[in-house]
């Protein structure tokens, strides 16, 4: 950090960019090279001992928020290089661990009778349960220190003959609030008290707590692995607190632990718990039963989940999405004629509105996730459309002239015929007893089997659905690179910003993200729209493969990390990224109104 006092103190004490910190200048020696001339080479990588604080512009209105990204060797940590298994979870359990020493610094600083930009502040990503990739904390290869400082900025490259390949590193990123007009208090910050704070996290590190959480990892993906090959869609352990404290995502206090039925207890890998089998699944009950609790569990179990969040062991097919209605949404060229028969004047097989209906939005999600790889829908009848999802006897007898197929006479053909299972919330109507092949009951947040109780009543009220023919689920569109693209029309500058009310604004686009329900924070949203940002401009394809693109996105994050999507040019976006599924990525595309999204075979 001697280089980096350096150039602050060279620095006016007003200045507003910081150009020598980011730039890095340093005239090097190289003695084992003494015909060589001392030349200039930049790096802003600054480093105490072993560990490296690399300082970036977070972006051009920011010049005094820089971004640090510390690299600490595992070796310093006294820990191994984690399993493609294991590292996100690795990395997750160093993030929580780091951010109290961050709190600590920020309690120092704070004086509530001055904003941020006059105290200082140090900015470090919050995790909610969830554990996903981030861009946060991760782990990669980093080059080592390989000289010596001097006097000023100058650097001796070290000639001991040793090699120093680069080193597997655990990489924390944090943004950093320089005070106003108050070097020294930036020099104190940056040269002292951060890397003081990062000492004080390498010599308290508890391995044993990382290797809890990489062992949670581990059977985590391993009940993942066996309920893929299993007749089972979803687990939940017993033990498991499923409800959220007021106004958070903690574990409430004094909750009732779940506790399986005593007929759907199985047990995996040394946990008990209760297995919901593939198909049709419906939990019904009382208001305030706990049943919507439930299935925001198993919604949750598509993620995995920290240690004491009390859903850790609620395990999902991590296919599944959420599904509701989303009235006014834009939809473009689906095939929903499974739900819908006819409307007038148009062809459901080729369905577009830029206003969807409750029952036309609905089942447009429906036929875009299964064509999305969806193997388990989640649906509470609370967000759904009521013609959508139901029409009893009575009703159908009255009204002859019906468009709607209800979900009920295609829920069983879903799985039947495409494997798709489907787990609901119903709390109104029976309908759906007829056509379940499992059947719950919450009482008093405790779970009951009524199934065969459910199907006699069925049966000795005369219940029985007659079921609509086969139908087509097929979905034939091709995107073609008209509107696709972040440059707003006549505009030689991009647009991309994230609006805390929940829209992507890209190009011309304004995206509405309120119905992705399975988008678990912000960060996320972000990374979403950078992710779009960066197969627009790379794009050159007129007719675009955006499945393959996608997967070719994604594998790369896989071997770079997801930090390279992020553009320092938008000044709205946040810099901390956590990475969605490929399912929301799809999602957003298909909520696009601009873009020409056209039925196969027309232009």
């Known amino acids: 950090m001697k280089r980096l006092k350096n150039k602050l103190l060279a620095m ?23 015909t060589i001339l001392p030349y200039v080479d930049y790096s802003a990588t600054y480093y105490r001992e072993s560990v490296g604080f690399a300082i970036s512009v977070t972006h051009k209105l920011a010049q005094d928020k820089p971004t640090v990204l510390i690299t600490i060797p595992c070796a310093t940590l006294g820990i191994e290089i984690p399993s493609r298994e294991t590292e996100n979870a690795e990395a997750d359990f160093c993030l929580r661990a780091f951010k109290p020493y961050m709190d600590e610094l920020n309690a120092a600083l704070y004086n509530r ?42 650097v001796y490259l070290l000639s001991d003959g040793i090699s120093r390949p680069p080193l597997m590193c655990l990489c924390l990123l944090v943004q950093v609030q320089l005070p106003k007009r108050k070097l020294r208090k930036t020099i104190q910050m940056l040269c002292r008290d951060l890397p003081d704070a990062v000492d004080r996290f390498i ?18 993906a391993a009940i993942r692995t066996w309920l ?25 206090t004094d909750a009732i632990p779940f506790q399986s039925t005593p007929g759907d207890e199985i047990e995996i890998f040394g946990v008990r718990g209760m297995g919901i089998k593939k198909g049709v699944t ?44 989303e009235d006014g949404r834009s939809v473009r060229h689906v095939n929903i004629s499974p739900f819908i028969k006819w409307l007038p004047g148009g062809d459901t097989s080729d369905f577009s509105t830029e206003h969807a209906s409750g029952s036309t939005s609905q089942a447009a999600n429906i036929m875009e996730a299964v064509h999305m790889g969806a193997k388990l829908l989640l649906i509470d009848e609370d967000r759904s459309a009521t013609n959508f999802m139901i029409r009893d006897r009575m009703m159908k007898a009255l009204i002859e002239k019906e468009p709607i197929t209800p979900f009920t006479d295609r829920v069983d053909e879903l799985y039947r015929a495409k494997d798709v299972s489907t787990i609901l919330v119903i709390g109104g109507s029976g309908e759906y007893l007829s056509v379940a092949d499992k059947i719950y009951m919450m009482e008093d947040y405790l779970i009951h089997d009524v199934t065969e109780k459910s199907k006699h009543i069925c049966h000795s ?34 647009r991309l910003a994230v609006s805390d009310m929940g829209f992507i604004i890209i190009g011309d686009e304004k995206i509405d993200v309120r119905g992705l329900h399975d988008i678990v924070c912000s960060r996320q949203l972000d990374t979403l729209g950078f992710m779009l940002r960066l197969i627009e401009v790379t794009n050159t394809d007129r007719k675009i493969d955006i499945e393959k693109k996608i997967n070719e996105l994604y594998e790369r994050i896989e071997e770079e990390g997801i930090d ?28 696009m109104r601009n873009i020409n999204l056209a039925k196969e075979g027309v232009v």
């Open 12 to 34: 006016e004490s007003d200045t507003s960019t910081y150009r020598e910190m980011y730039e890095g200048s340093m005239v090097v020696c190289d003695p084992a090279h003494p």
């Open 461 to 494: 009220c005369g219940i029985k659905t007659e079921l609509p023919p086969i139908a087509d689920w097929g979905q034939r569109r091709i995107l073609y690179s008209d509107g696709f693209t972040s440059y707003p029309k006549g505009s030689g500058t991009e």
């Open 203 to 220: 010599l308290n590190f508890k391995r044993e707590g990382l290797e809890n959480a990489a062992a949670l990892a581990r059977k985590q």
């Open 113 to 154: 009778s001055r904003p941020d930009h006059e105290n200082g502040k140090y900015y470090v990503c919050t995790p909610g349960g969830e554990v996903v990739r981030r861009n946060a904390a991760y782990f990669a290869l980093f080059p080592q220190k390989d000289y010596e400082n001097d006097a000023g900025s100058e």
């Open 564 to 591: 390279f999507v992020y553009s320092s040019f938008f000044t709205t976006c946040e810099r901390f990224l956590d990475l969605p599924r490929k399912q929301e990525f799809m999602a957003l595309i298909n909520r």
């Open 282 to 325: 419906v939990i019904t009950g009382g208001g305030y039963s706990g049943k919507s609790t439930l299935l925001d569990a198993i919604s949750a179990g598509i993620y995995d989940h920290v240690r004491g969040d009390g859903r850790e062991l609620c395990i999902t097919d991590e296919s599944a999405v959420t599904i509701s209605a």
């Open 228 to 252: 893929k090959e299993s007749d089972y869609c979803a687990f939940v352990a017993n033990g498991s607190i499923l409800p959220r404290a007021k106004g958070t995502d903690l574990p409430m």
